[in-house]
């Protein structure tokens, strides 16, 4: 009778300990699926942010070679970046409670400093002066999303695969796009004034060159959907519009509208090529297997 008792007490008791087990790991794993939505929350918006600078920068350079086209949107486009700002100020705040925190706020509160002069002088400023102060501001951004990539999502890719593809999301890709958007910036004012300084002959030319390397390095990481088919052919046609219809001895034969908004298609399908593979990156983060990762 006494055996009969103590093995029903064991029995509860391991059934006791199984279901604290449980719970205790059903509360591990919603935290984990938390902190990586939030980590992918804090990159969608220093990806929204870097998107919206670099349109800024490329209506800037548009406006002052003198098209005055871009005048209203680009004032559109200075509210938009402003109402990010708070969002991105809770991302900085939530980083700053880390042990090794990816931003500072010493560098938030600097980089908004930046950006407030650089609307303060814009009208001043020349074209050259102007990609310069914008594209260091973008940079910035870009650093950010690099190192909250490798701090918080790269150790958590297991396979080849997973590493490829956090890799484009955070990194190569977003370099893509700045690659594409300093070359709208400077196209767009070539474009504008009808004419292609050597100076900005040769940094076309870099541009396009680096474009075209890190489109396929992605492609080799972790690129074999729909969007990465889709980037590749706009990327191609900006490519060769910029070779064939901008550096040629026959002069500049495109309408800076027409540069200005067939680059942006080239840029906006990197960027839902990223949001591809955001969905990968949300998989493995959240302990999916690598089999069932959407392609990007």
């Known amino acids: 009778m006494g055996a009969e008792i103590l093995s029903v007490f064991i029995l509860v008791l391991a059934l006791i300990l199984l279901i604290a087990y449980w719970q205790r790991s059903k509360k591990r794993l919603i935290a984990a699926k938390l902190s990586s939505q939030q980590t992918l929350l ?22 002052l070679s003198g098209d005055q086209n871009f005048a209203s949107r680009r004032e559109g486009k200075t509210k938009e970046i402003l109402a990010l700002l708070p969002g991105l100020s809770e991302l900085v705040n939530q980083e700053s409670l880390q042990n090794c925190p990816c931003i500072t706020v010493n560098e938030w509160v600097l980089f908004r400093h930046h950006w407030k002069e650089l609307l303060e002088a814009l009208p001043k400023l020349s074209v050259e002066q102007s ?25 958590l890719a297991s396979e080849r695969e997973m590493v490829g593809a956090a890799r484009n999301y955070a990194h190569r890709l977003p370099l893509l796009t700045e690659c594409l958007g300093q070359a709208r910036a400077i196209g767009s004012s070539v474009t504008a004034q009808h004419s292609c300084p050597p100076v900005a002959r040769v940094r076309l030319l870099f541009l396009i060159s680096r474009a075209e390397a890190l489109l396929e390095q992605a492609v080799a990481a972790h690129g074999s959907g729909v969007m990465t088919s889709r980037s590749q ?62 392609p990007c």
Request: aromatic share 8%.
């Open 131 to 155: 990609i310069a102060r914008h594209s260091q501001l973008i940079n910035k951004v870009l650093e950010w999303l690099a190192a909250i990539g490798e701090a918080r999502i790269e150790p």
């Open 42 to 63: 804090n990159c969608t918006r220093l990806l929204g942010l870097t998107r919206h600078l670099q349109q800024h920068r490329g209506m800037s350079s548009a406006w």
């Open 233 to 294: 052919q706009a990327i191609k046609e900006m490519v060769a519009t910029v070779r064939t219809r901008m550096l040629f001895s026959s002069g500049v034969v495109v309408k800076s509208e027409e540069y200005f908004e067939m680059s942006t298609k080239a840029i906006d399908l990197v960027f839902e090529w990223i949001g591809a593979c955001e969905r990968s990156t949300q998989c493995f983060m959240e302990g999916v297997s690598v089999k069932e990762l959407h």
